[in-house]
Protein backbone atom coordinates (compact mmCIF):
# COMPACT_ATOMS: atom_id res chain seq x y z
CA UNK A 1 0.00 0.00 0.00
CA UNK A 2 1.06 3.65 -0.96
CA UNK A 3 2.04 5.74 1.64
CA UNK A 4 -0.25 8.38 0.84
CA UNK A 5 -3.98 8.79 2.71
CA UNK A 6 -6.52 11.20 2.52
CA UNK A 7 -6.71 11.25 6.42
CA UNK A 8 -3.53 10.55 9.03
CA UNK A 9 -4.56 10.55 12.66
CA UNK A 10 -2.55 10.95 15.14
CA UNK A 11 -3.19 9.63 18.42
CA UNK A 12 -6.21 6.68 19.01
CA UNK A 13 -7.55 7.58 22.24
CA UNK A 14 -11.59 8.35 22.65
CA UNK A 15 -10.68 11.28 20.12
CA UNK A 16 -8.75 9.65 17.22
CA UNK A 17 -9.92 6.54 16.83
CA UNK A 18 -13.80 6.98 16.17
CA UNK A 19 -12.57 9.53 13.74
CA UNK A 20 -10.46 7.29 11.74
CA UNK A 21 -13.44 5.15 12.04
CA UNK A 22 -15.31 7.80 10.56
CA UNK A 23 -12.95 8.83 7.51
CA UNK A 24 -12.99 4.80 6.77
CA UNK A 25 -16.94 5.10 6.81
CA UNK A 26 -16.70 8.25 4.84
CA UNK A 27 -14.40 6.00 2.11
CA UNK A 28 -11.55 8.14 2.89
CA UNK A 29 -8.04 6.06 3.13
CA UNK A 30 -7.16 6.46 6.30
CA UNK A 31 -4.32 5.59 8.56
CA UNK A 32 -4.40 6.12 12.57
CA UNK A 33 -0.46 6.26 14.55
CA UNK A 34 -0.67 5.49 17.87
CA UNK A 35 2.43 5.42 20.67
CA UNK A 36 0.82 3.72 24.15
CA UNK A 37 2.37 1.47 25.43
CA UNK A 38 1.71 -0.27 28.55
CA UNK A 39 3.28 -1.43 31.90
CA UNK A 40 4.33 -4.75 30.38
CA UNK A 41 5.63 -3.14 27.12
CA UNK A 42 2.88 -3.81 25.11
CA UNK A 43 1.60 -2.18 22.53
CA UNK A 44 -2.85 -0.87 22.61
CA UNK A 45 -5.00 1.86 20.93
CA UNK A 46 -7.53 3.38 23.05
CA UNK A 47 -5.36 5.76 24.82
CA UNK A 48 -5.92 7.16 28.46
CA UNK A 49 -9.47 6.08 28.51
CA UNK A 50 -9.14 2.80 27.13
CA UNK A 51 -5.64 2.17 29.12
CA UNK A 52 -5.29 3.66 32.25
CA UNK A 53 -8.47 5.91 32.86
CA UNK A 54 -12.56 5.56 32.08
CA UNK A 55 -12.31 1.86 31.32
CA UNK A 56 -10.01 0.56 34.43
CA UNK A 57 -11.29 2.92 36.70
CA UNK A 58 -15.20 1.89 36.19
CA UNK A 59 -13.79 -1.92 36.37
CA UNK A 60 -12.26 -1.49 39.86
CA UNK A 61 -15.44 1.12 40.74
CA UNK A 62 -17.61 -1.98 40.19
CA UNK A 63 -15.32 -4.33 41.85
CA UNK A 64 -15.25 -2.35 44.84
CA UNK A 65 -18.47 -1.44 45.00
CA UNK A 66 -19.38 -4.88 44.70
CA UNK A 67 -17.22 -6.09 47.63
CA UNK A 68 -18.31 -3.43 49.57
CA UNK A 69 -21.97 -4.21 48.97
CA UNK A 70 -21.56 -7.91 49.77
CA UNK A 71 -19.79 -6.53 53.43
CA UNK A 72 -22.76 -4.29 54.42
CA UNK A 73 -25.53 -4.70 52.24
CA UNK A 74 -26.57 -7.73 51.84
CA UNK A 75 -27.24 -8.59 55.09
CA UNK A 76 -30.36 -6.02 54.78
CA UNK A 77 -31.32 -7.80 51.69
CA UNK A 78 -31.56 -11.22 53.99
CA UNK A 79 -28.48 -12.52 52.35
CA UNK A 80 -26.63 -14.46 54.50
CA UNK A 81 -22.67 -14.70 53.13
CA UNK A 82 -19.87 -16.13 55.25
CA UNK A 83 -17.10 -13.92 55.64
CA UNK A 84 -16.05 -11.55 52.05
CA UNK A 85 -12.61 -11.34 51.62
CA UNK A 86 -10.65 -9.82 49.09
CA UNK A 87 -8.50 -11.03 46.25
CA UNK A 88 -7.37 -7.88 44.54
CA UNK A 89 -4.78 -10.49 42.51
CA UNK A 90 -8.08 -11.95 40.89
CA UNK A 91 -9.78 -7.78 40.92
CA UNK A 92 -6.90 -6.52 39.18
CA UNK A 93 -6.63 -9.43 36.62
CA UNK A 94 -10.47 -9.14 35.87
CA UNK A 95 -9.71 -4.76 35.43
CA UNK A 96 -6.92 -6.22 33.00
CA UNK A 97 -8.87 -8.42 31.35
CA UNK A 98 -11.86 -5.79 30.72
CA UNK A 99 -9.17 -3.37 29.60
CA UNK A 100 -7.78 -6.03 26.77
CA UNK A 101 -10.88 -6.93 25.37
CA UNK A 102 -12.04 -3.30 24.68
CA UNK A 103 -8.93 -2.11 23.16
CA UNK A 104 -8.70 -5.22 21.03
CA UNK A 105 -12.25 -3.86 19.47
CA UNK A 106 -10.74 -1.16 18.12
CA UNK A 107 -7.87 -3.27 16.67
CA UNK A 108 -11.13 -5.39 14.88
CA UNK A 109 -13.05 -1.83 14.55
CA UNK A 110 -10.52 -0.95 12.36
CA UNK A 111 -10.27 -3.68 10.26
CA UNK A 112 -13.74 -3.54 9.28
CA UNK A 113 -14.20 -0.07 8.40
CA UNK A 114 -10.66 -0.12 6.43
CA UNK A 115 -8.56 1.89 9.11
CA UNK A 116 -4.65 1.30 8.59
CA UNK A 117 -3.69 1.23 12.23
CA UNK A 118 0.20 1.97 13.11
CA UNK A 119 1.72 1.66 16.62
CA UNK A 120 4.46 4.17 16.71
CA UNK A 121 5.12 7.51 17.19
CA UNK A 122 3.58 10.17 14.76
CA UNK A 123 5.32 13.76 14.10
CA UNK A 124 3.71 16.35 11.64
CA UNK A 125 6.06 17.80 9.66
CA UNK A 126 5.18 21.59 7.82
CA UNK A 127 3.00 20.46 4.73
CA UNK A 128 1.11 17.72 6.21
CA UNK A 129 2.87 15.10 6.51
CA UNK A 130 3.58 13.11 8.92
CA UNK A 131 6.73 11.21 10.05
CA UNK A 132 6.25 8.00 11.39
CA UNK A 133 8.50 6.22 14.06
CA UNK A 134 7.36 2.62 13.87
CA UNK A 135 7.29 0.44 17.24
CA UNK A 136 9.95 -1.95 15.54
CA UNK A 137 12.15 1.38 14.67
CA UNK A 138 11.58 2.16 11.51
CA UNK A 139 10.85 5.52 10.26
CA UNK A 140 8.39 6.61 7.14
CA UNK A 141 7.17 9.36 6.43
CA UNK A 142 3.30 9.53 5.38
CA UNK A 143 1.47 12.13 2.87
CA UNK A 144 -1.88 13.05 3.82
CA UNK A 145 -4.24 15.50 2.65
CA UNK A 146 -5.67 15.97 6.32
CA UNK A 147 -3.61 15.58 9.32
CA UNK A 148 -6.20 15.42 12.41
CA UNK A 149 -4.24 15.54 16.05
CA UNK A 150 -5.40 13.66 18.90
CA UNK A 151 -2.45 13.29 21.03
CA UNK A 152 -4.35 13.89 24.35
CA UNK A 153 -3.18 14.76 27.38
CA UNK A 154 -1.09 13.78 30.61
CA UNK A 155 -1.20 13.99 34.38
CA UNK A 156 -0.11 17.24 36.12
CA UNK A 157 2.54 16.98 38.36
CA UNK A 158 3.82 18.75 41.09
CA UNK A 159 7.30 20.27 41.91
CA UNK A 160 7.52 20.04 45.66
CA UNK A 161 5.75 16.82 45.10
CA UNK A 162 8.44 14.65 43.24
CA UNK A 163 6.34 11.62 41.42
CA UNK A 164 8.62 7.63 41.41
CA UNK A 165 5.74 5.87 40.39
CA UNK A 166 5.87 3.45 43.80
CA UNK A 167 5.17 5.52 46.62
CA UNK A 168 3.94 9.16 45.25
CA UNK A 169 1.85 8.21 42.19
CA UNK A 170 -0.57 9.19 39.01
CA UNK A 171 -3.90 7.89 38.64
CA UNK A 172 -2.52 4.91 35.98
CA UNK A 173 -0.33 4.06 38.98
CA UNK A 174 -3.37 4.31 41.46
CA UNK A 175 -4.90 1.74 39.14
CA UNK A 176 -2.71 -0.37 39.05
CA UNK A 177 -1.88 -0.97 43.32
CA UNK A 178 -0.95 -5.21 43.81
CA UNK A 179 -2.08 -4.52 47.24
CA UNK A 180 -4.30 -1.84 49.25
CA UNK A 181 -2.45 0.56 50.97
CA UNK A 182 -3.47 1.20 54.55
CA UNK A 183 -3.23 5.21 54.26
CA UNK A 184 -3.77 6.49 51.04
CA UNK A 185 -3.37 10.83 50.41
CA UNK A 186 -5.23 11.96 47.52
CA UNK A 187 -3.86 15.41 46.49
CA UNK A 188 -7.32 16.95 44.55
CA UNK A 189 -10.68 16.79 45.10
CA UNK A 190 -11.82 16.66 41.73
CA UNK A 191 -13.65 13.78 39.08
CA UNK A 192 -10.46 11.31 39.29
CA UNK A 193 -9.19 11.95 43.13
CA UNK A 194 -12.59 11.13 43.93
CA UNK A 195 -13.08 7.67 41.92
CA UNK A 196 -10.03 6.80 43.07
CA UNK A 197 -10.65 7.68 46.47
CA UNK A 198 -13.87 5.80 46.73
CA UNK A 199 -12.32 2.92 45.12
CA UNK A 200 -9.45 2.33 47.59
CA UNK A 201 -11.72 3.54 50.48
CA UNK A 202 -14.64 0.52 50.05
CA UNK A 203 -11.36 -1.80 49.56
CA UNK A 204 -10.42 -0.61 53.04
CA UNK A 205 -7.86 2.09 53.23
CA UNK A 206 -7.87 4.88 55.17
CA UNK A 207 -8.12 7.66 52.71
CA UNK A 208 -7.33 11.55 53.47
CA UNK A 209 -8.07 13.42 50.20
CA UNK A 210 -6.35 17.40 50.39
CA UNK A 211 -7.94 19.88 48.54
CA UNK A 212 -6.41 23.27 47.90
CA UNK A 213 -10.13 24.83 46.83
CA UNK A 214 -12.82 25.68 49.91
CA UNK A 215 -15.42 25.11 48.12
CA UNK A 216 -16.30 21.05 47.01
CA UNK A 217 -16.83 20.54 43.57
CA UNK A 218 -17.41 23.92 42.34
CA UNK A 219 -18.20 22.96 39.20
CA UNK A 220 -21.31 20.75 40.61
CA UNK A 221 -24.55 22.50 40.99
CA UNK A 222 -24.26 23.37 44.51
CA UNK A 223 -27.15 20.99 46.01
CA UNK A 224 -25.90 18.63 44.65
CA UNK A 225 -22.28 18.92 46.02
CA UNK A 226 -23.58 19.92 48.98
CA UNK A 227 -25.16 16.24 49.13
CA UNK A 228 -22.05 14.30 47.78
CA UNK A 229 -19.42 15.98 50.18
CA UNK A 230 -22.40 14.43 53.23
CA UNK A 231 -22.36 10.96 51.66
CA UNK A 232 -18.49 10.52 51.30
CA UNK A 233 -18.37 12.02 54.56
CA UNK A 234 -20.27 8.79 55.82
CA UNK A 235 -18.27 6.75 53.80
CA UNK A 236 -15.02 8.00 55.56
CA UNK A 237 -13.52 9.42 52.74
CA UNK A 238 -11.91 12.49 54.60
CA UNK A 239 -11.88 15.18 52.61
CA UNK A 240 -9.76 18.48 53.64
CA UNK A 241 -10.57 21.43 52.11
CA UNK A 242 -8.55 24.45 51.43
CA UNK A 243 -5.90 22.03 51.82
CA UNK A 244 -3.01 23.13 49.59
CA UNK A 245 -0.06 20.51 49.40
CA UNK A 246 3.27 22.17 49.84
CA UNK A 247 5.67 19.34 49.79
CA UNK A 248 6.25 15.67 50.07
CA UNK A 249 8.87 13.15 50.09
CA UNK A 250 9.39 9.22 49.89
CA UNK A 251 10.92 8.02 54.02
CA UNK A 252 11.16 4.36 54.13
CA UNK A 253 8.00 2.59 52.89
CA UNK A 254 5.99 5.82 53.16
CA UNK A 255 5.44 9.28 52.30
CA UNK A 256 5.79 12.25 54.56
CA UNK A 257 3.27 15.47 53.45
CA UNK A 258 3.02 18.89 54.56
CA UNK A 259 -0.01 21.20 53.78
CA UNK A 260 -1.19 24.35 54.79
CA UNK A 261 -4.55 25.59 55.87
CA UNK A 262 -6.33 28.35 57.54
CA UNK A 263 -5.13 27.06 60.85
CA UNK A 264 -1.34 26.82 59.67
CA UNK A 265 0.79 24.53 58.66
CA UNK A 266 0.20 20.27 58.80
CA UNK A 267 1.63 17.23 58.30
CA UNK A 268 0.53 13.89 57.33
CA UNK A 269 1.94 10.50 56.76
CA UNK A 270 0.41 8.30 54.42
CA UNK A 271 2.13 4.87 52.30
CA UNK A 272 1.20 6.55 49.04
CA UNK A 273 0.18 9.53 48.00
CA UNK A 274 -1.93 9.93 44.62
CA UNK A 275 -1.65 13.47 42.83
CA UNK A 276 -4.74 14.15 41.11
CA UNK A 277 -4.34 17.95 40.08
CA UNK A 278 -5.55 17.76 36.63
CA UNK A 279 -4.39 16.53 33.38
CA UNK A 280 -2.80 19.17 30.40
CA UNK A 281 -2.69 19.00 27.04
CA UNK A 282 -0.02 16.51 25.55
CA UNK A 283 2.23 17.67 22.21
CA UNK A 284 5.80 16.90 23.43
CA UNK A 285 7.46 15.48 19.72
CA UNK A 286 4.23 15.40 17.82
CA UNK A 287 5.28 19.55 16.17
CA UNK A 288 8.58 19.67 14.10
CA UNK A 289 9.50 23.23 13.37
CA UNK A 290 8.01 25.41 10.75
CA UNK A 291 4.45 23.41 11.07
CA UNK A 292 2.43 26.68 11.91
CA UNK A 293 0.54 24.73 14.39
CA UNK A 294 -0.73 27.23 17.62
CA UNK A 295 -0.86 26.53 20.94
CA UNK A 296 -2.36 28.57 23.52
CA UNK A 297 -0.48 29.90 26.75
CA UNK A 298 -2.09 26.72 28.33
CA UNK A 299 -0.26 24.66 25.96
CA UNK A 300 -3.29 23.67 24.35
CA UNK A 301 -3.78 23.46 20.06
CA UNK A 302 -5.71 26.20 19.02
CA UNK A 303 -8.52 25.43 17.28
CA UNK A 304 -12.09 27.06 15.96
CA UNK A 305 -15.52 25.80 16.33
CA UNK A 306 -15.03 22.91 14.22
CA UNK A 307 -11.47 21.91 15.46
CA UNK A 308 -9.46 23.55 12.23
CA UNK A 309 -6.11 24.62 13.45
CA UNK A 310 -4.18 27.68 12.36
CA UNK A 311 -2.69 25.39 9.46
CA UNK A 312 -5.72 24.51 6.62
CA UNK A 313 -6.70 20.70 6.54
CA UNK A 314 -4.69 19.95 10.06
CA UNK A 315 -7.29 19.23 12.60
CA UNK A 316 -7.00 18.56 16.46
CA UNK A 317 -9.37 17.23 18.82
CA UNK A 318 -10.16 15.58 22.07
CA UNK A 319 -7.97 16.34 25.45
CA UNK A 320 -5.55 18.11 23.33
CA UNK A 321 -8.04 21.08 22.56
CA UNK A 322 -10.16 23.37 24.39
CA UNK A 323 -12.92 22.22 25.98
CA UNK A 324 -14.01 19.08 28.79
CA UNK A 325 -11.42 16.68 28.90
CA UNK A 326 -14.14 14.35 28.35
CA UNK A 327 -13.78 10.79 26.29
CA UNK A 328 -17.71 11.47 24.86
CA UNK A 329 -16.41 15.05 23.54
CA UNK A 330 -13.34 14.10 22.13
CA UNK A 331 -15.38 11.49 20.48
CA UNK A 332 -17.89 14.27 19.07
CA UNK A 333 -15.35 16.17 17.89
CA UNK A 334 -13.70 13.36 15.95
CA UNK A 335 -16.61 12.10 13.99
CA UNK A 336 -17.11 15.60 13.38
CA UNK A 337 -14.12 16.42 11.83
CA UNK A 338 -14.14 13.17 9.62
CA UNK A 339 -17.60 13.89 8.47
CA UNK A 340 -16.38 17.32 7.48
CA UNK A 341 -13.58 16.24 5.66
CA UNK A 342 -15.62 14.19 3.85
CA UNK A 343 -17.71 17.25 2.75
CA UNK A 344 -21.01 15.84 4.97
CA UNK A 345 -22.18 18.48 7.82
CA UNK A 346 -20.82 18.40 11.31
CA UNK A 347 -21.13 19.65 14.37
CA UNK A 348 -20.90 19.81 17.84
CA UNK A 349 -23.02 20.95 20.58
CA UNK A 350 -20.95 22.16 23.23
CA UNK A 351 -23.90 23.80 25.62
CA UNK A 352 -24.95 19.78 26.22
CA UNK A 353 -21.91 17.50 27.32
CA UNK A 354 -22.66 15.42 30.08
CA UNK A 355 -20.44 14.53 33.33
CA UNK A 356 -20.73 12.09 35.32
CA UNK A 357 -18.79 11.50 38.67
CA UNK A 358 -18.72 7.44 39.17
CA UNK A 359 -19.28 7.45 42.66
CA UNK A 360 -21.52 6.40 45.14
CA UNK A 361 -23.88 8.21 44.49
CA UNK A 362 -22.79 8.92 41.03
CA UNK A 363 -23.18 12.47 40.01
CA UNK A 364 -24.24 13.63 36.70
CA UNK A 365 -25.38 17.03 34.95
CA UNK A 366 -25.90 18.59 31.72
CA UNK A 367 -26.08 22.33 30.83
CA UNK A 368 -25.89 24.80 33.39
CA UNK A 369 -25.91 24.70 37.63
CA UNK A 370 -28.56 27.21 39.40
CA UNK A 371 -25.56 29.38 40.55
CA UNK A 372 -24.66 29.77 36.89
CA UNK A 373 -28.05 30.57 35.76
CA UNK A 374 -28.52 33.32 38.71
CA UNK A 375 -25.23 34.62 37.54
CA UNK A 376 -26.30 35.17 34.03
CA UNK A 377 -29.51 37.01 35.38
CA UNK A 378 -32.22 35.24 33.39
CA UNK A 379 -34.97 34.59 36.10
CA UNK A 380 -35.36 31.17 36.36
CA UNK A 381 -37.14 28.09 38.63
CA UNK A 382 -36.29 24.90 40.20
CA UNK A 383 -37.32 21.36 41.02
CA UNK A 384 -36.18 18.28 42.61
CA UNK A 385 -37.10 14.98 43.58
CA UNK A 386 -35.66 12.87 46.32
CA UNK A 387 -34.87 9.32 45.08
CA UNK A 388 -36.10 7.93 48.69
CA UNK A 389 -39.90 8.96 47.13
CA UNK A 390 -38.65 6.58 44.24
CA UNK A 391 -39.86 3.08 44.55
CA UNK A 392 -38.01 1.59 42.67
CA UNK A 393 -34.67 2.99 44.36
CA UNK A 394 -36.21 2.05 47.38
CA UNK A 395 -36.29 -1.63 46.20
CA UNK A 396 -32.93 -1.02 45.46
CA UNK A 397 -31.71 0.28 48.53
CA UNK A 398 -30.43 3.73 46.97
CA UNK A 399 -32.73 5.94 48.10
CA UNK A 400 -30.21 8.39 48.50
CA UNK A 401 -29.83 11.50 46.31
CA UNK A 402 -31.92 13.56 44.01
CA UNK A 403 -32.60 14.75 40.44
CA UNK A 404 -32.97 18.62 39.85
CA UNK A 405 -34.00 20.77 37.20
CA UNK A 406 -33.08 23.93 36.41
CA UNK A 407 -35.65 25.66 33.77
CA UNK A 408 -36.00 29.40 32.64
CA UNK A 409 -39.40 30.96 34.09
CA UNK A 410 -40.00 32.93 30.85
CA UNK A 411 -40.38 30.25 27.96
CA UNK A 412 -40.13 26.87 30.53
CA UNK A 413 -36.63 26.10 28.32
CA UNK A 414 -34.53 22.90 30.43
CA UNK A 415 -31.14 25.11 31.81
CA UNK A 416 -29.59 22.51 33.75
CA UNK A 417 -30.29 18.84 34.71
CA UNK A 418 -28.51 17.43 37.69
CA UNK A 419 -28.59 14.40 39.32
CA UNK A 420 -26.98 12.40 42.15
CA UNK A 421 -27.84 8.64 42.56
CA UNK A 422 -28.11 5.61 41.84
CA UNK A 423 -27.32 4.84 37.91
CA UNK A 424 -26.91 9.11 37.47
CA UNK A 425 -24.57 8.41 34.61
CA UNK A 426 -27.33 6.37 32.78
CA UNK A 427 -30.18 8.64 33.64
CA UNK A 428 -28.84 11.64 32.70
CA UNK A 429 -28.89 10.53 28.98
CA UNK A 430 -32.81 11.46 28.98
CA UNK A 431 -31.94 14.93 30.02
CA UNK A 432 -28.84 15.40 27.68
CA UNK A 433 -31.22 14.56 24.71
CA UNK A 434 -34.09 16.38 26.00
CA UNK A 435 -31.61 19.42 26.14
CA UNK A 436 -30.40 18.49 22.87
CA UNK A 437 -33.66 19.07 21.46
CA UNK A 438 -34.16 22.07 23.46
CA UNK A 439 -37.20 20.70 25.48
CA UNK A 440 -39.40 22.84 27.70
CA UNK A 441 -40.06 21.54 31.54
CA UNK A 442 -43.53 20.95 30.02
CA UNK A 443 -42.40 18.70 27.31
CA UNK A 444 -40.56 16.48 30.08
CA UNK A 445 -43.57 16.51 32.57
CA UNK A 446 -45.74 15.16 29.29
CA UNK A 447 -43.24 12.22 28.27
CA UNK A 448 -44.53 9.17 30.11
CA UNK A 449 -41.91 7.71 32.19
CA UNK A 450 -42.24 4.03 33.00
CA UNK A 451 -43.21 2.70 36.47
CA UNK A 452 -41.34 2.00 38.75
CA UNK A 453 -38.23 3.25 37.14
CA UNK A 454 -35.59 5.48 38.51
CA UNK A 455 -35.76 7.81 35.18
CA UNK A 456 -39.12 8.75 36.95
CA UNK A 457 -37.21 11.05 39.04
CA UNK A 458 -36.59 13.34 36.05
CA UNK A 459 -40.59 12.91 35.11
CA UNK A 460 -41.42 14.32 38.66
CA UNK A 461 -38.47 16.66 39.31
CA UNK A 462 -39.89 18.40 36.20
CA UNK A 463 -43.31 18.35 37.59
CA UNK A 464 -41.95 19.52 40.97
CA UNK A 465 -40.29 22.77 38.70
CA UNK A 466 -44.25 23.72 38.36
CA UNK A 467 -45.22 22.55 42.15
CA UNK A 468 -47.03 19.92 40.22
CA UNK A 469 -45.33 16.68 41.99
CA UNK A 470 -47.71 14.02 42.63
CA UNK A 471 -44.88 11.20 44.73
CA UNK A 472 -43.30 13.94 46.98
CA UNK A 473 -44.29 16.97 48.55
CA UNK A 474 -44.77 20.21 46.61
CA UNK A 475 -42.51 22.77 48.30
P1 LIG B 1 -5.97 10.16 25.01
O1 LIG B 1 -6.97 9.20 25.48
O2 LIG B 1 -4.96 10.68 25.97
O3 LIG B 1 -5.24 9.47 23.78
C1 LIG B 1 -4.19 10.05 23.10
C2 LIG B 1 -3.38 8.96 22.44
O4 LIG B 1 -2.43 9.54 21.56
C3 LIG B 1 -2.57 8.12 23.43
O5 LIG B 1 -2.69 6.76 23.11
C4 LIG B 1 -1.14 8.60 23.21
O6 LIG B 1 -0.17 7.59 23.49
C5 LIG B 1 -1.18 8.92 21.74
N1 LIG B 1 -0.16 9.88 21.29
C6 LIG B 1 0.16 11.08 21.83
N2 LIG B 1 1.10 11.69 21.10
C7 LIG B 1 1.39 10.84 20.07
C8 LIG B 1 2.28 10.91 18.98
N3 LIG B 1 3.04 11.98 18.76
N4 LIG B 1 2.32 9.87 18.12
C9 LIG B 1 1.53 8.77 18.32
N5 LIG B 1 0.66 8.67 19.33
C10 LIG B 1 0.59 9.70 20.20
N6 LIG B 1 -13.42 10.67 30.63
C11 LIG B 1 -14.72 10.35 30.52
O7 LIG B 1 -15.41 10.87 29.62
N7 LIG B 1 -15.32 9.46 31.37
C12 LIG B 1 -14.63 8.87 32.37
O8 LIG B 1 -15.19 8.06 33.13
C13 LIG B 1 -13.26 9.19 32.52
N8 LIG B 1 -12.52 8.61 33.51
C14 LIG B 1 -11.19 8.89 33.60
C15 LIG B 1 -10.46 8.27 34.61
C16 LIG B 1 -9.10 8.52 34.72
C17 LIG B 1 -8.32 7.85 35.82
C18 LIG B 1 -8.46 9.39 33.77
C19 LIG B 1 -6.98 9.64 33.84
C20 LIG B 1 -9.19 10.00 32.77
C21 LIG B 1 -10.56 9.76 32.68
N9 LIG B 1 -11.34 10.39 31.69
C22 LIG B 1 -12.68 10.10 31.60
C23 LIG B 1 -10.77 11.33 30.73
C24 LIG B 1 -10.52 10.63 29.39
O9 LIG B 1 -9.66 9.55 29.60
C25 LIG B 1 -9.94 11.61 28.39
O10 LIG B 1 -10.80 12.72 28.26
C26 LIG B 1 -9.77 10.95 27.04
O11 LIG B 1 -8.94 9.83 27.12
C27 LIG B 1 -9.20 11.93 26.02
O12 LIG B 1 -9.14 11.31 24.79
P2 LIG B 1 -8.06 11.71 23.68
O13 LIG B 1 -8.27 10.77 22.55
O14 LIG B 1 -8.12 13.17 23.42
O15 LIG B 1 -6.63 11.46 24.36
P1 LIG C 1 -9.50 18.23 38.34
O1 LIG C 1 -8.85 19.35 37.57
O2 LIG C 1 -11.00 18.21 38.28
O3 LIG C 1 -8.89 16.90 38.06
O4 LIG C 1 -9.19 18.53 39.89
C1 LIG C 1 -7.90 18.72 40.41
C2 LIG C 1 -8.03 19.38 41.77
O5 LIG C 1 -6.75 19.42 42.40
C3 LIG C 1 -8.55 20.82 41.71
O6 LIG C 1 -9.71 20.90 42.47
C4 LIG C 1 -7.40 21.64 42.33
O7 LIG C 1 -7.89 22.69 43.13
C5 LIG C 1 -6.67 20.60 43.19
N1 LIG C 1 -5.26 20.96 43.46
C6 LIG C 1 -4.33 21.44 42.60
N2 LIG C 1 -3.12 21.64 43.20
C7 LIG C 1 -3.28 21.30 44.52
C8 LIG C 1 -2.42 21.28 45.69
N3 LIG C 1 -1.14 21.66 45.63
N4 LIG C 1 -2.95 20.87 46.87
C9 LIG C 1 -4.24 20.46 46.95
N5 LIG C 1 -5.09 20.47 45.89
C10 LIG C 1 -4.63 20.87 44.69
Known sequence: MSDDYDVVVVGAGPAGYPAAIRAGQNKLKVA????????????????????????????????????????????????????????????????????????NGINALFKANGVVGIQGHGKLLPGNKVLVKAADGTEKTLEAKNVILASGSTPIRLRSVPHDGK????????????????????????????????????????????????????????????????????????????????????????????????QGEHSLQVDKLVVAVGRRPFTEGLLAEGTGVQLDE???????????????????????????????????????????????????????????????????WVGQTEEQVKASGRPYKTGSFPFAASGRARAMEAGAGMAKIVSAKDDDEVLGIHVIGP?????????????????????????????????EAIHEAALAVDKKAIDSINR
Not at 45 to 63: D, M, R, V, W, Y
Request: with cysteine; glycine share 10%; charged share 20%.
Open 32 to 103: CVDEWQNTDGSYAFGGTCLNAGCIPSKALLESSELFQRAKDEFATHGIKVGEVTLDLGAMQKRRASVVKTMT
Open 167 to 262: FIVDSWNALEFDTVPKRLGVIGAGVIGLELGSVWRRLGSDVVVLEALEQFLPMVDQTIAKEAQRHFKRQGLDIKLGAKVLSAAVSGNAVDVTYSDA
Open 423 to 455: MAGELIAEAVLAMEYSASTEDIQRTIHAHPTLS
Open 298 to 364: RGFIKVDEHCGTSVPNVWAIGDVVRGPMLAHKGKEEGVMVADLIAGHYGEVNYKVIPSVIYTQPEIA
